[in-house]
């Protein structure tokens, strides 16, 4: 089992950043994939990012890509979105969640642990 917590989350205005938190308890965090989503109210829930187990491999959707970073530290259990140039269509609950493959891609049925989310809303 592996448990996971967002943070870093809030309102801010359009061209600003934030840089969202993971942090893992449980399991051995160097052996799961990391994958962020993001769900906006009436949406479904969307790819954003996705890092493998030891960091090579990463992906973005095209609709973040050159604005997000995703990274993890596994000496910390933590993994990281940095989110700059924040537009007001970025609005969502933003998900990190943890995959027991080498690399869980954007397919959200790859991972097996979620954490609850944390609301990021962005004005205009």
């Known amino acids: 089992q592996v448990q996971l917590v967002e943070s870093g989350g809030g309102l801010v205005q359009a061209g600003d950043s934030l840089r969202l938190s993971c942090a893992a308890s449980g399991r051995t965090f160097s052996n799961y994939a990391i994958g962020w989503f993001r769900q906006a109210p009436g949406k479904e829930r969307e790819f954003v990012a996705a890092?493998?187990?030891?960091?090579?491999?990463?992906s973005y959707a095209g609709s973040v890509k050159g604005r997000f970073t995703i990274s993890r530290d596994n000496a910390k259990n933590t993994a990281y979105l940095q989110m700059n140039s924040l537009k007001p269509e970025d609005t969502a609950v933003y998900s990190c969640?943890?995959?027991?493959?080498?690399?869980?891609?954007?397919?959200?049925?790859?991972?097996?642990?979620w954490g609850q989310g944390t609301q990021v809303t962005v004005s205009s």
């Open positions: 890092v493998s187990r030891s960091g090579p491999v990463i």
């Open positions: 969640a943890a995959s027991p493959y080498p690399y869980g891609g954007p397919d959200s049925n790859q991972y097996k642990y």
